[in-house]
C-alpha cells in the first residue's frame, strides 16, 4: 500500500504523464481473499490489474499459485466420567487422533501441501470428550492433485460414516508463461529501473487467484516483505523506495 500511495504522490507532485489508475485496496485478503470475491469488479475501468502481495525482495514475478481448499469435520464421540466409568463413553480426540494419522502432513511434493491446523474439543480432564472439531486446508497448483486430495478427504466418509465433513473451495490456482505479453512488459520495465527480476512460484494465494478467475489480466509482484507470518516479519527500505520507483516507472508515459 505504501509503495502504491508513494508511487502516485510522486507522479501528482512532479505532474509526469501517466496512465489512467485506479487504487483499490480490498480487505479480509488473509481470510481467504473474502474482500475482492464480495467487491463487485465491474466498477473496474481496466482488463489489467498490477498488485504486490508476495514476500520477497521486488523484482519477483509470480508465474503461479495454488488453488485452495479448507476441509473441517466434526467427530462424535460419548461422554461419560473418566474416573469413574470411562468404558461407557467413546472419546472423540482419540478418534479425531486416529483419523488425523491417515490424512497428509505439510508438503508433499513442490506443488502440494497440507495443513491441518486446528483442533478443539473436550471440557475437563475428568470428562471423556463427546465432540471434536477439526480444521485444516490443502492446495496445489495441479489439478490433478487437487482432485486426489478431495478423493481423501471425502473417503473419510466411508471409513467413518458418522463424520460431518464440510469442503470448502477457497480460490483456483493459475499458471502463467513467463513470455506472456504482460510479464514481457514488467520484465522491461525492471530493466529500465535495473531491478534484476526472477520468477516465483508461490505456495500462497492473493487477489490476483480471483481477479484472474473473473477474466483479469492480473500480476503479483514481491514487495520486499520477507520472513511473512512470523515474528521475524521485516520490510527492508530499499524495497520500498525500488518498489515506489518500479511503480512511477511503470505507470508513467515514457
Not at 93 to 105: G, V
Not at 191 to 196: D, F, G, Q, T
Amino acid at each position: 500500500i505504501a509503495i502504491f500511495i508513494e508511487a502516485i504522490v510522486a507522479i501528482k507532485e512532479g505532474k509526469l504523464k501517466h496512465r489512467p489508475i485506479d487504487l483499490l485496496l480490498t480487505f479480509g485478503e488473509e481470510a481467504h481473499l473474502y474482500g475482492i470475491k464480495e467487491f463487485d469488479t465491474n466498477l473496474l475501468r481496466f482488463k489489467k490489474v498490477l498488485l504486490m502481495d508476495s514476500s520477497g525482495k521486488v523484482g519477483g514475478i509470480v508465474l503461479s499459485s495454488p488453488s485452495h481448499y479448507s476441509f473441517k469435520f466434526q467427530v462424535q464421540g460419548k461422554k461419560s466420567h473418566a474416573g469413574i466409568e470411562p468404558e461407557k463413553g467413546i472419546n472423540a480426540i482419540h478418534q479425531a487422533a486416529e483419523i488425523i494419522l491417515k490424512l497428509p502432513n505439510g508438503r508433499i511434493d513442490s506443488e502440494t501441501t497440507f495443513n491441518v491446523g486446528m483442533i478443539q474439543g473436550g471440557e475437563a480432564t475428568n470428562i471423556v470428550p463427546d465432540q471434536v472439531l477439526v480444521e485444516g486446508e490443502f492446495r496445489s497448483t495441479s489439478d490433478k492433485k487437487i482432485q486426489s486430495l478431495i478423493d481423501t478427504i471425502m473417503k473419510l466418509n466411508l471409513d467413518y460414516p458418522e463424520l460431518k465433513i464440510d469442503l470448502i473451495k477457497d480460490y483456483m490456482g493459475y499458471n502463467l508463461s513467463s513470455t506472456d505479453p504482460f510479464v514481457e512488459k514488467l520484465i522491461k520495465t525492471m530493466e529500465r529501473n535495473k531491478i534484476i527480476h526472477y520468477f516465483v512460484h508461490s505456495g500462497g494465494g492473493s487477489d490476483a487467484n480471483v481477479l484472474k478467475e473473473k477474466g483479469f489480466e492480473v500480476l503479483n509482484l514481491t514487495c520486499g516483505m520477507m520472513k511473512p507470518h512470523t515474528f521475524e516479519e521485516y520490510i527492508e527500505i530499499d524495497d520500498l523506495i525500488t518498489g515506489a520507483e518500479l511503480m512511477i516507472n511503470f505507470l508513467t508515459l515514457n
